[in-house]
């Protein structure tokens, strides 16, 4: 199968570009390289240096290759930075969401897999959040991503193309064989930044609001391990191919853990005790995300294999290492 994986240079695209290669399959990659790299990627891809709003690259990509499936990881993802600049957001995300989709349906590529987010939820009401729930995004960042996955129904009530819709909640952690994992400059992800205080290479953790009504006053996020992400987008892909009806569902684990809790994870695994600094709310953020993934589970027989906080921010930690290595060279 030949796969167009977009924004496939990133964080979490290029584990899925690994994980397409290691079963076989041809992979052309999309991305700009503005929060990507193309060192992350293996040689077996064929990469495109280009952004899915350049609707003449897109062109060219489907009439040189024959695609069979799309999977989408485009897009901007810093909530803070989307409030003070939604105009990147809307552009970035919704915007261009639409060229892509266009060229699909001009191509006839009748299989998208389209990265979405809990942050369309806003606040949510229940414990455990399911795909039904309310849609109430407190951010233009999720205002973008629900933007996108609204144009997905409503060209697939159209036209002949499926799409699977994966929300994510807290994606954390590295490849477990550390072939790549995040880069970000300047993360906001609350296990990269712990992991590189625990590292030195940063001198203090700031944590966000500590009066939310939750066990220890901070903010209560379900983290899922990417390389179980990736597990589920290979089985949406699969189901699609095959023939799967249009789908929207939750990435998470169903269990939260608190900003405080993700520290001491932290801690305990690197043994080392960071600063850490107490500040005020940020506009945009939830007091409380936590998946029901009973949906993913039962419609693809999803089974993650990295479920455990301490094994998530073990391999965090060694990619962190692995990594300052190698800017050190």
């Not at 970000?184 to 966000?208: M, P, Y």
């Amino acid at each position: 199968m030949s796969v167009l994986v977009c924004g496939g240079a990133g964080y979490i695209g290029s584990h899925m570009v690994w994980a397409l290669v290691d079963r076989g399959d041809d992979v052309v990659v999309l991305d700009d390289l503005s929060t990507g790299h193309e060192w992350l990627l293996p040689a077996e891809c064929r990469f495109v240096n280009g952004s899915i709003s350049d609707a003449d690259k897109l062109q060219r990509i489907f009439e040189t290759g024959e695609i069979d499936a799309v999977v989408h990881f485009a897009g901007s993802i810093i909530v803070p930075e989307s409030v003070t600049n939604p105009l990147k957001y809307y552009r970035n995300n919704t915007a261009a969401s639409l060229n892509l989709i266009e060229a699909c349906v001009q191509f006839g590529v009748n299989s998208l897999v389209f990265s979405s987010t809990a942050a369309v939820y806003g606040d949510p009401e229940a414990r455990l959040v399911p795909e039904s729930a309310r849609l109430n995004p407190l951010s233009p960042y999720g205002k973008s991503k629900l933007m996108t996955e609204m144009l997905l129904e409503d060209v697939s009530s159209a036209h002949s193309l499926n799409y699977c819709v994966l929300r994510y909640f807290n994606v954390a952690g590295a490849d477990p064989h550390g072939r790549t994992g995040q880069v970000s400059k300047n993360a906001t992800h609350l296990i990269k930044v712990a992991c590189e205080a625990a590292l030195g290479n940063r001198d203090q953790v700031s944590v966000f609001g500590t009066d939310y009504d939750t066990p220890d006053g901070t903010g209560v996020r379900d983290y899922i391990h990417v390389s179980d992400l990736i597990g589920a987008h290979l089985l949406a892909l699969d189901y699609l191919v095959q023939g799967g009806q249009s789908r929207t569902m939750n990435c998470g684990y169903g269990a939260g853990y608190s900003v405080l809790e993700v520290l001491d994870a932290v801690k305990s695994v690197s043994g080392v005790d960071f600063p850490v600094v107490m500040c005020d709310r940020r506009l945009g953020d939830s007091e409380q995300v936590v998946a029901d993934p009973s949906l993913i589970q039962g419609v693809l027989g999803w089974a993650p294999i990295h479920n455990d906080l301490p094994t998530i921010v073990r391999h965090a930690l060694h990619w962190e290492a692995s990594l300052a290595n190698r800017n050190r060279r």
